[in-house]
């Protein structure tokens, strides 16, 4: 056993079967962006096979220790990207533990220890065969299977985590994400069954067996629904570890990785009930969103708050402000972007940092921002996002003062904030035709079920959307939360080192949101009103409690983002001639395949990092085969 412990929370990397430690780093080194404060690898060999894992740190929490991969006393090696925010109360309930940090990533070791202690294990090589792209055992989803013995442990865990923990004494590898995605956490098969998994896809270029080829379904289910559905990715082969779910892997006796398990230990469940009193509830409301702040403010660095001027943001400030006050910790300074001074969330969020007395970083973005920074935005994205650039900048500028936020995402998904949950039946024709307007048979030959990349095959409406409670928790499952919400923030604001985070959607919050009856959430003219009433019980102005939802990114910079695409729709027409099955797809939304361009060119050419000084529209022309 090797262990190389660097300066290191945010940037993991692993491989099970043929794993080497220089790989493992390669992987770490280019998720450096995610954590600049030093890397760790960890390898082992074994009888029939080896594991390496990687980490690359930003520090956040006992900045001084808990270096990863981290090893415990009952020798588990744990690397961890994101925060687990009630460690300290389970510390003091497991006082026997020895402790060898002071961080919060040790108490997932602890936890594991306290059930699966350190026992002479006799442990043979399992067997599998291969179910669409991965090898299980027959077992692997039983009421039995290996990852039930850890869901009680894991649920434990009050945060938001991708993890990797690879037990010895079992030989088993243990893979786990939070309960709605806030972390990411991606696995491959390579062509000699080797195992890969990381906090973004990029990594898994540092190996010469992983093939860069685009998933056609993937890709024409992203351009019907605007998003990436289940645990698909636009990488065909790459799947992704399902929110609030633990898996297990093992090897067979030629060194394969199988999965021998994999169990949810989180279902949250949208159940509106018959009536909701604001004279009381909206408290209860206001009450647990506080609760998740100050879970939030967990940091020995500076924070700071996305500040928009929309109802949420302001919230997530006003009540950032009073914690602050009340925990004796600095206020946090806020941060906002706009194409132009007179842009109304511009000012709006002006009003509220003057009303609340908050600290108001702003700037206006460059007219030629999508000429000069959308590679960049796409590079980190790894998807088609266009509309939404101001991430980008926004989260440069913030990275320069602090290495944790809070944002308000999460909050339109609980409340019903988006313009379409008023008309549904139009929200589903809209879908229906996107979907019409490519070869529907694409789907048929799609694998389906646990741990496959695709839940179920019913993608293709049917009652998907039949109303508002089911239309939620069909976005909520299937990935519009953590596939596309979750994912800008969290690879926008890693691409800097910083680490947003998001207190609508802690658990005290999201279960009391479930239960707000529909009436309360959305009406013909208004959307959130439950949330709205609990606003009221603080002090921001009426103006911004009343202001209606914008749409994140055109909002933001509506001038700009409609001149860049006026002038790039034409190429984009004679882009879509080019790729197939989507073409009518593609030639219906322009912005999807001037995104769909910039992705082919940086992902699938192999570029890599070489695209930093290259003109944008030679990153168009020069994109090399659409191979699928």
Not at 17 to 23: E, K, L, R
Not at 455 to 481: A, P
Request: hydrophobic share 35%.
């Amino acid at each position: 056993m090797h262990l190389y412990i660097g300066s290191a929370m945010c940037g993991i990397s692993g491989l099970l079967g043929n794993a080497d430690s220089s790989t493992a780093l390669s992987m770490a080194s280019c998720l450096s962006h995610r954590g600049p404060d030093g890397t760790g690898v960890f390898s082992e060999e074994l009888s029939n096979g080896s594991i390496a894992l990687g980490h690359a740190r930003l520090s956040i929490i006992d900045l001084n220790g808990s270096r990863q991969p981290l090893e415990s006393d009952h020798g588990a090696i744990l690397i961890q990207n994101g925060e687990i925010y009630n460690y300290k109360k389970i510390n003091s309930e497991m006082r026997n533990y020895p402790w060898r940090t002071k961080g919060d990533g040790e108490v997932i070791l602890a936890l594991h220890n306290s059930a699966n202690p350190s026992v002479n294990y006799v442990t043979a090589p399992v067997s599998g065969k291969t179910q669409g792209t991965i090898r299980c055992t027959s077992n692997y989803f039983s009421p039995n299977n290996p990852a039930n013995a850890h869901i009680h442990w894991i649920s434990k865990l009050n945060g938001v985590w991708g993890f990797a923990l690879w037990d010895p004494n079992k030989k088993e590898l243990i893979l786990s994400r939070d309960s709605m995605g806030v972390k990411p956490l991606f696995r491959t098969i390579l062509s000699d069954g080797t195992l890969l998994f990381a906090s973004e896809i990029k990594a898994f270029y540092q190996h010469p067996l992983f093939i860069r080829k685009p998933d056609i379904n993937a890709i024409y289910t992203r351009l019907a629904y605007e998003y990436t559905v289940d645990r698909t990715t636009l990488f065909e082969g790459v799947s992704q570890v399902s929110p609030g779910s633990v898996e297990t892997w093992s090897l067979d006796s030629q060194g394969r990785a199988v999965l021998t398990g994999i169990s949810k230990f989180s279902n949250d469940i949208v159940a509106p009930e018959s009536e909701w009193n604001p004279t009381t509830q909206s408290q209860i409301l206001l009450d647990s969103l506080s609760s998740s702040i100050d879970d939030r403010f967990m940091s020995d660095v500076p924070i700071g708050v996305l500040l928009s001027g929309g109802l949420d943001s302001s919230l997530i400030a006003a009540l950032s402000h009073d914690a602050a006050l009340t925990s004796g910790t600095a206020v946090p300074e806020c941060w906002s972007v706009a194409g132009s001074e007179d842009n109304p969330d511009f000012l709006a969020a002006e009003l509220v940092a003057q009303h609340q007395d908050l600290k108001l970083h702003s700037s206006i973005l460059d007219d030629d921002i999508f000429w000069k920074n959308l590679s960049n935005f796409s590079w980190h994205g790894e998807d088609l996002d266009i509309s939404v650039l101001f991430w980008e900048p926004l989260f440069r500028e913030m990275s320069q003062k602090v290495r944790v936020g809070l944002c308000g995402q999460g909050a339109d998904e609980l409340h019903a904030g988006y313009s379409r949950y008023k008309d549904i039946i139009g929200y589903s024709e809209l879908i229906d035709k996107r979907l019409s307007l490519t070869n529907r048979e694409l789907l048929p030959s799609i694998d389906t079920g646990p741990g496959q990349q695709w839940i179920d095959d019913k993608i293709l409406l049917g009652g998907n959307f039949e109303d508002l409670t089911s239309t939620l928790q069909f976005e909520m499952d299937r990935g519009q939360l953590s596939n596309f919400q979750l994912r800008l923030a969290d690879r926008h604001s890693m691409a800097f080192g910083l680490e947003m985070r998001v207190p609508f959607l802690g658990e005290s919050h999201r279960q009391e949101s479930h239960k707000i009856p529909i009436n309360w959430r959305i009406s013909d003219s208004n959307e959130k009103m439950a949330l709205r009433k609990a606003a009221q019980l603080t002090n921001l102005p009426e103006e911004i409690i009343n202001r209606p939802k914008l749409p994140a990114g055109t909002a933001t910079a509506p001038n700009l983002v409609n001149s860049f695409l006026d002038e790039l729709t034409p190429h984009a027409t004679e882009w879509a001639k080019e790729y197939g099955l989507l073409e009518n797809q593609l030639m219906d939304q322009p912005d999807m395949m001037i995104g769909l361009r910039l992705f082919h060119s940086l992902h699938m050419t192999e570029r890599d990092n070489g695209h930093s000084n290259i003109d944008l529209m030679d990153l168009f022309d020069d994109v090399g085969p659409w191979q699928y």
